[in-house]
């Protein structure tokens, strides 16, 4: 298990921890509803290879005439990269991975932001939104980068945001058992549509938590979807109104408010080690859609694990999500998927030195993949990068049965 980020904040009458969770760690029936249900620990362990679930990978080096540091966020717009790392860097790429520009910068000052937490692209304007830089705010940006304005917001913080239609879907991190609502439908100007309600409140206690996987968010054949951290469902948005669509069962190990405030109790009382209430359950970190896979991130057991869903079969793999998927295909290092590029390809990305250290090593030296010419043009490619290099985007290109 890994801590990615923690801090902690202090007050004269009290003592508040704050720390933030980045837990890395599925076989489908139909309910009588009609909505599909996969049981995530009936899921095939292991074995899986990325020839089995891809038919193509491409490699994108990003220019590195402004240094990226982890790579968090790609989105892909009307043939661009948009590229967001840890130290909350947001670059703009063309197709080939040339710069094009920064979006804002950090900073306190007018149109700066010390974090970003999460962005949108507006397919109708191209207008770039970011949650996080401000709080009770969120802060508007051209393509090009000029900051436009500001939208000012009732709650304090923005965990994710998603574009349903013309409008903004946000879900805000305060949603503890003094918030009747936790989500938003905006205009583009930030008027409200509709609030929706706080369904799964909880106490905050000693340890007010933020786990990475608190709502995750995704577009598929341009519809919103989504799902909560305490939810197992999977829900889609449909004009205003939410709609069930899959249930990822994770039984008695479901991650409640009631286990929350638990984990809070036992990292109030030690806050280097993480108690049993948070390892014995499922604490959901990703989720992305295709259109023929689901991708679920989740740990369990002191584990990062990856359910790979095949929605024309039926069937379900569970593989180690830190460890990654074996490149079979041309014989690279072990494949992170990471969210989907569109509705059959996903995004990967590996850093240059990295790269260059594993093609030099004696286990791709001696690996067989399933196409020799891949690995002859990726070991090109790895010895003309130089170890300071900006990462590599990975296109993986999915088969559509």
């Known amino acids: ?43 095939e362990e292991g074995g899986l290879t990325i020839s089995e679930i891809a038919d193509d990978i491409t490699y994108i080096p990003l220019a590195s005439d402004s240094v990226l540091a982890y790579i968090m966020n790609v989105v892909y717009f009307d043939g661009e990269y948009f590229v967001k790392d840890n130290k909350s860097k947001f670059l703009r790429f063309d197709g080939h ?121 995704y577009l598929l054949e341009d519809k919103l979807h989504f799902k909560e951290i305490f939810s197992d469902t999977i829900f889609s948005i ?24 638990k984990v809070s109790e036992e990292l109030g009382a030690d806050p280097r080690e993480p108690g049993a209430s948070l390892t014995n ?7 992305f ?24 079969t039926g069937k379900a793999v569970e593989t180690d999500s830190q460890e990654g998927i074996k490149n079979d295909w041309d014989g690279g290092p072990n494949i992170q998927l990471k969210m989907a590029k569109d509705d059959n390809t996903v995004f990967a990305w590996v850093n240059a030195f990295e790269l260059k250290q594993y093609v030099a090593s004696d286990d791709f030296k001696n690996s067989v993949p399933k196409h020799p010419e891949k690995k002859k043009e990726l070991e090109e490619l790895a010895n003309s990068l130089d170890e300071n290099d900006n990462p590599l985007l990975m296109l993986v290109k999915l088969k559509p049965q």
């Open 238 to 261: 449909d004009g205003q109104n939410m709609v069930p669509k899959m249930i990822l069962n994770s039984e008695e190990k479901r991650f409640t408010p009631e286990t929350r405030k």
């Open 289 to 312: 859609e295709t259109g023929n896979f689901l991708f679920y991130e989740y740990g369990y057991n002191k584990k990062g694990r990856m359910l790979i869903y095949n929605k024309s």
């Open 97 to 217: 991975g040339n710069l094009l520009n920064q979006i804002g910068r950090r900073g306190q000052g007018p149109g700066e932001y010390m974090y970003t937490s999460d962005f949108v692209i507006h397919p109708a304007t191209s207008n770039i939104y970011i949650s996080g830089g401000k709080p009770e705010q969120l802060m508007v940006f051209s393509r090009k980068g000029k900051f436009l304005k500001t939208i000012d917001l009732t709650k304090k913080y923005t965990n994710s945001i998603g574009i349903s239609g013309e409008n903004l879907f946000l879900f805000y991190l305060d949603g503890a058992e003094h918030n009747e609502e936790n989500m938003d439908l905006l205009d583009t100007d930030g008027n409200k549509i509709k609030s929706y309600s706080n369904k799964y409140k909880f106490e905050r206690g000693r340890a007010m938590m933020s786990f990475s996987g608190e709502c995750a968010t």
């Open 1 to 43: 298990m890994h801590f990615t980020t923690f801090s902690l904040r202090f007050s004269k009458t009290n003592m508040v921890l704050v720390l933030f969770v980045f837990v890395f760690y599925s076989c489908a029936t139909q309910a009588s509803d009609g909505i599909k249900t996969v049981n995530i620990f009936e899921a």
């Open 281 to 287: 359950s499922v604490t959901q970190n990703n989720l």
